[in-house]
């Protein structure tokens, strides 16, 4: 029994309108760890982290958390307002689905670490967004981003204390492009494909014949 050309049609659009894009993940391991001095930014994978307490980390040892990655990046302190800012090299905008972050030091002899993340997005059209994630006492936490954090020009993480002050953050495994939970936007020849089958769809088959 062959499928009718209307239910084809349907099958097509809806294949069309929901393929999501390949989404990347930043893991920052192909990054040259500086030694852990402060860098001005790291790129990878087309994007570019930047902010004024910027370290690269590559041998956690007994002071700083593991990721179980060979480099993560860290935001040592920088004082209020300051956090580590993404954005794409080539200056278009990106979708951000998911991040994991940590406190940074695993000892309190490295000081005091964030408690939980602030995440701040800035979108093409000047809209802006905002989120708090709360961090696990030990090791890495991994957050999903609502959908909403779409067609943004750049996202800022801020590791803070409980009571507001900024601390220290440990930061991996970026989750930017489209994500899982976008649909691609069909080509112009695309829409006019996927309605030319929904037409067909409308036409009766003609009578099979025996």
Request: aromatic content about 8%.
């Amino acid at each position: 029994m062959r499928p009718m050309a209307g239910t084809l049609g349907v099958m097509l659009a809806v294949t069309m309108w929901t393929a999501p894009a390949a989404a990347i993940d930043l893991t920052f391991d192909d990054v040259v760890s500086a030694g852990n001095p402060a860098v001005g930014a790291v790129e990878s994978d087309g994007y570019r982290i930047s902010g004024p307490a910027l370290h690269t980390i590559d041998i956690p040892g007994s002071l700083y958390v593991d990721s179980g990655s060979p480099v993560y990046l860290a935001q040592v302190d920088g004082g209020a307002g300051a956090g580590l800012t993404l954005t794409r090299i080539d200056g278009a905008a990106f979708d951000l689905y998911e991040f994991a972050a940590a406190r940074l030091f695993a000892s309190t002899t490295g000081g005091a670490s964030a408690e939980r993340v602030v995440l701040l997005g800035l979108g093409a059209g000047g809209t802006t967004l905002g989120a708090t994630y709360d961090l696990a006492a030990a090791g890495f936490s991994h957050f999903l981003v609502p959908p909403a954090w779409s067609h943004l020009e750049a996202a800022v993480f801020q590791g803070l204390l409980a009571g507001g002050a900024a601390a220290p953050l440990a930061l991996d495994d970026i989750g930017v492009g489209a994500g899982p939970s976008s649909s691609a936007v069909p080509e112009p020849a695309t829409i006019v494909l996927a309605l030319t089958a929904l037409a067909i769809g409308a036409v009766p088959l003609g009578r099979r014949r025996f």
